[in-house]
């Protein structure tokens, strides 16, 4: 693997803007990944965006809300490419399906991502890694300022809501983040309030019934002086887990069973738990999912699992609260 600073990052892009170019990013896209790779593709004249698996519900929300179809991602990994660009991920084990494709790819592989930098053991990877960053969205505000592309006002809003999104609504947020911010409203023709109010969801009074449920009847336990909470969520796993944590846990976990078939699970963690803890949820989702015979991936304090083994529900949370415990042992804060 070689590491590259911003300027080769730079002329990479522009000397790769005719070839034909792949661009995906981590399993269970959110919000970050998959506006970084649109607005990179906007760039990018024979680029495709493809996605390993799934795109998460808030992610898929935003796209359609601002005119672009989440569905029109395919998940076909396009091995005739010249390039393929990875966005907000660090290594090849959190691209899900694409994973195996990846690892037999024998052309060049540029990783784009704001986390510390992961070794990937293949002689074609070039990696960019900066954590000054806020999000993997502020990166490629960043290129595409600095290559002098003019961005059109769907993409100004969609790298907005991915620099948001990622900067927990600021409370992560970078001095430069600010400066992008308002270079992005600028160019959106579109006021902060308006944007998060796109960005918003209100889920209907049925749904949210049931997210109120779900919490009422988890189970929650103090460890280490922090607080877990589990439970089954009747439909989205991801919205009972983002509420546990909005009402104070500190790391939670629910899981959901679609139509008897297929088993999904959800994790959340407080910020910034992840670098007190060094943990990575997105890691560790990855690495469970194999219990249910699935896959699983996503970001240090949001990811998520998902596969067949639906009977295997309370071993995955047993692993999940075990394999934390001992980052917990062994990372005293």
């Not at 002086?225 to 944590?245: E, K, Q, R, T």
């Amino acid at each position: 693997m070689r590491s590259i600073g911003f300027n080769a990052l730079k002329s990479l892009l522009h000397e790769s803007r005719d070839k034909r170019v792949m661009i995906t990013f981590h399993s269970v896209g959110d919000s970050d990944s998959v506006s970084s790779a649109i607005a990179l593709s906007a760039y990018l004249k024979n680029a495709t965006v493809a996605k390993p698996d799934l795109i998460s519900s808030n992610a898929a929300r935003i796209m359609k809300k601002l005119g672009f179809d989440p569905e029109s991602i395919p998940m076909a990994f396009d091995d005739s490419s010249d390039l393929v660009i990875l966005v907000d991920v660090n290594t090849f084990d959190e691209c899900g399906a694409f994973r195996e494709k990846l690892l037999s790819f024998n052309k060049d592989v540029l990783i784009i991502d704001h986390h510390a930098k992961r070794d990937v053991e293949i002689g074609n990877v070039i990696a960019f890694n900066d954590e000054s960053y806020n999000s993997s969205a502020s990166i490629i505000y960043s290129l595409l300022e600095s290559l002098g592309f003019e961005i059109d006002e769907r993409i100004a809003e969609l790298l907005l809501t991915g620099i948001i999104s990622d900067s927990a609504e600021l409370r992560n947020a970078m001095p430069d983040t600010f400066m992008q911010i308002g270079k992005l409203l600028k160019a959106s023709k579109k006021d902060y309030q308006t944007v998060l109010e796109d960005m918003a969801h209100v889920a209907d009074p049925e749904a949210r019934e049931q997210t109120i449920n779900d919490l009422m009847h988890a189970r929650t336990e103090v460890r280490s002086g922090l607080l877990f909470v589990y439970g089954s969520a009747h439909s989205h796993a991801n919205l009972a887990a983002d509420d546990a944590i909005r009402v104070g846990a500190d790391i939670a976990l629910f899981m959901s069973v679609v139509e008897g078939r297929e088993v999904s699970f959800s994790a959340r963690m407080r910020p910034p738990l992840d670098r007190k803890l060094h943990l990575h949820l997105g890691v560790l989702m990855q690495s469970l999912a194999k219990i249910i015979n699935g896959t699983g991936g996503g970001h240090p304090c949001a990811a998520g699992a998902y596969g067949p083994l639906t009977s295997k529900g309370r071993e995955f949370e047993d692993k999940f609260r075990e394999r934390i415990l001992d980052l917990i042992r062994s990372n005293p804060r």
